[in-house]
């Protein structure tokens, strides 16, 4: 089956810029997560959603960054507008429940650079 | 609240040998753990998981975790290191009745010829 996929893969903005990701989870996930991954450290949970509910959002900076699920499949996350310190790697991943025993499978990620 | 230790953010070893990564874990409910592995410019692969029953478990490529309850404890081993073992690893915990994970800071793993 097709891996989480991700687009796009590189990102360099200038600073203030809006920029957005996307993220299309394996087929028949109900859970989809992003993640936050800093540069020499692990990843941090942004917002999670069970179909189209983003049931936990609470590190998400809402002041500047949004996400959205429609449809309760691909996922839109948002970042306007964006500042040096959001140059990382954001990374989506998706499981079939949302248990702590689920495995979360990740794609390849979005690489976002802020000049 | 829960949190994960990883002791050395970068191990070196020789094709062959003994890989060892360590994790620790504090978790205010029974954990689950999981090790990824994590390719440069790639996503996290998951190497094993732990959930319940044998705590001593087996992954892909080889690797094996154990689960040490008293030592809160469950680090990654591998009896003999190729160089494609090349990558950064990660352990992860999840605790909650969601699969909120929270990963270490990640392991380096060098492998030399």
């Known amino acids: 089956e097709a891996g989480v996929v991700q687009s796009p893969r590189y990102k360099i903005i200038e600073k203030k810029q809006p920029v957005a990701f996307w993220c299309n989870p394996i087929s028949g996930h109900n859970t989809l997560y992003w993640y936050l991954q800093n540069l020499g450290q692990g990843p941090e949970l942004l917002i999670r959603y069970e179909n189209e509910e983003a049931v936990d959002d609470s590190q998400l900076p809402k002041d500047r960054f949004s996400a959205e699920r429609l449809k309760g499949v691909d996922s839109t996350l948002k970042i306007q507008p964006a500042e040096l310190g959001d140059s990382a790697v954001y990374l989506c991943?998706?499981?079939?429940?949302?248990?702590?025993?689920?495995?979360?499978?990740f794609g390849p990620g979005t690489r976002l650079l802020v000049l | 609240a829960q949190s994960v230790t990883q002791l050395g953010s970068h191990v070196s070893v020789s094709e062959g040998a003994l890989v060892l990564l360590r994790c620790n874990y504090s978790?205010?409910?029974?954990?689950?753990l999981f090790w990824y592995v994590q390719y440069p410019n790639q996503g996290l692969q998951l190497l094993l998981k732990y959930t319940t029953g044998a705590t001593l478990v087996k992954g892909i490529n080889g690797f094996e975790a154990e689960f040490k309850k008293s030592e809160t404890s469950f680090h990654l081993t591998k009896p003999s290191a190729h160089m494609s073992d090349a990558a950064e690893y990660f352990c992860a915990v999840s605790g909650t009745s969601y699969g909120k994970l929270t990963f270490g800071q990640g392991t380096i793993l060098t492998v030399h010829p």
């Open positions: 991943a998706s499981s079939r429940g949302s248990g702590p025993q689920e495995t979360q499978y």
């Open positions: 978790s205010s409910v029974p954990p689950y």
